[in-house]
C-alpha cells in the first residue's frame, strides 16, 4: 500500500518521523501516527492515537477540505 505524508513535512523539530502525522493512502483512507491514548477502550485490533489539533488542521489544508 502507498502512502503520501500531508503533515510535517519540514515543520517543526521532528527527528528521524517521531512526530505526530497523517497520511493518505492509496486506498483513499486516512492513517494516524501520533503518541498512544490509553484512556479509552477499544477492541484489541483496533488503536487510538492522540494528535494535535495543528496537525489535524494542516492535513485538512493539504486535503483542500
Not at 32 to 50: I, M, S
Request: charged letters at 20%; glycine letters at 12%.
Amino acid at each position: 500500500m502507498a502512502h503520501q505524508r500531508l503533515t510535517g513535512v519540514g515543520v517543526g523539530d521532528c527527528k528521524e518521523g517521531d512526530c505526530p502525522n497523517v497520511y493518505l493512502t492509496d486506498r483513499g483512507t486516512l492513517v494516524f501516527q501520533g503518541n498512544q491514548y490509553a484512556e479509552l477502550a477499544v477492541p484489541v485490533h483496533e488503536g487510538v492515537v492522540e494528535l494535535p489539533e495543528h496537525v489535524v488542521k494542516e492535513a485538512i489544508r493539504v486535503l483542500g477540505w
